[in-house]
């Protein structure tokens, strides 16, 4: 058979081919045997020189067995010899290298006078604590000016104020409202606050009462001055004074109102009247939101008098107590319209007082009312 000369170049070209990896294999293991073969004595110290003559191979690292590695092939000789290198016996000195100074980092190992100290961090000084001396006045960025006058003061303008720099009035109506009751015990009643002053220091006003058969059957009127002590609470001192049926009454009164955790209403105040008299009144009340507008709102009222009253129908102790659900409709929020029940109960003197001018001591009364404020 005879053989085309171009298929002939081809065979010979492809063995070719076969030869090069073959080739440079050889070249890199030729190359590579003298430089792993040199001395790494010269580690010791990094600034020293390195030797133009190769040193003699170090002894072989601890059993290594080359002939047992994975390897397709054997290596050269030469190549083998290189890595068989003790790297156990080069002496590397961190310490004379720079930077490297860790002082006694290792237990025996040896000192360099060379080697950078060692960081005290007991010494830095932290954030914090009196400015230096040059340090900058934190009020110099103003070049000196003060608000409300200099250049940049304009003439018949108000200097800017805060809130609790600013006096305000509001009048808050809690309840105003018709009540029914099954026995004829019809009456309003009526329970507001108004406040007049600053954030911290105000005047405060509560007035609550009933109106029954075109008469003031009892009121109560406080006039007060409040104090904040808290984000949420204020202190409350002043007098109060009863009026209606019975006999008037004045007392002092101290007491605290606020908004307690979980957000209830709290008004507790106690009073100090003539004679020796003492009450205390407990006021709680919670805001059940059922949808932005819908609100429930569960109220319960406490009254307790150190001593009986017969001119005004009260008995010492537990006089009497309310409680209450009220659900409104907030068309916005300063105006809201309510409909509810209220629970009332008399214990001890007072019951007696009040069954005695032919009244319920437990009436339940259906209401329905307006609050709001301005």
């Known amino acids: 058979m005879t053989t085309h000369p171009n298929m002939t170049h081809a065979i010979a070209h492809a063995r070719g081919l076969r030869l090069v990896p073959v080739a440079l294999t050889l070249v890199f293991w030729g190359a590579g045997a003298p430089a792993l073969a040199q001395d790494h004595g010269a580690h010791g110290s990094h600034g020293a020189a390195p030797e133009a003559t190769a040193a003699p191979a170090a002894p072989s690292m601890g059993g290594m067995d080359q002939g047992s590695m994975p390897m397709q092939g054997r290596m050269p000789e030469a190549m083998t010899n290189a890595l068989e290198m003790n790297h156990g016996a080069m002496p590397m000195d961190h310490g004379a290298m720079p930077g490297m100074g860790h002082g006694a980092a290792t237990a025996g190992a040896p000192s360099d006078t060379g080697a950078a100290p060692a960081m005290d961090h007991g010494n830095m000084q932290m954030q914090g604590g009196s400015p230096p001396a040059d340090a900058r006045d934190p009020n110099g960025y103003s070049d000196g000016f003060v608000r409300g006058s200099g250049q940049y003061s304009l003439p018949g303008v108000p200097p800017l104020q805060l809130d609790d720099q600013m006096s305000f009035a509001n009048l808050k109506v809690n309840r105003l409202e018709r009540a029914w009751a099954r026995h004829g015990e ?124 017969p001119a005004n129908a009260i008995g010492s102790g537990l006089a009497n107590a309310s409680a209450g659900l009220r659900l409104r409709y907030e068309i916005t929020r300063q105006v809201a319209p309510y409909v509810g029940v209220e629970w009332q109960h008399s214990f001890g003197r007072t019951r007696d007082f009040v069954r005695a001018a032919g009244e319920r001591a437990s009436p339940t009364r259906w209401v329905a009312g307006l609050s709001f404020w301005f």
Request: aromatic share 12%; hydrophobic share 40%.
């Open 186 to 309: 019809n009456a309003t009643t009526y329970d507001l606050q108004a406040r007049i002053g600053r954030d911290f220091d105000h005047l405060l006003i509560k007035a609550e009462g009933d109106v029954a058969k075109g008469k003031l059957h009892d009121s109560r009127t406080e006039l007060l001055w409040g104090h904040a002590i808290a984000a949420y609470w204020d202190t409350q001192l002043g007098v109060r004074l009863d009026h209606g049926a019975g006999k008037d009454r004045q007392w002092l009164a101290a007491g605290v109102q606020g908004l307690a955790p979980y957000w209830f209403e709290i008004d507790a105040t106690g009073y100090l009247g003539s004679g020796g008299r003492t009450a205390l009144r407990l006021e709680g009340s919670y805001d059940l939101l059922l949808t932005q507008r819908l609100v429930l709102q569960p109220r319960t009222e406490w009254n307790f008098y150190g001593k009986s009253d």
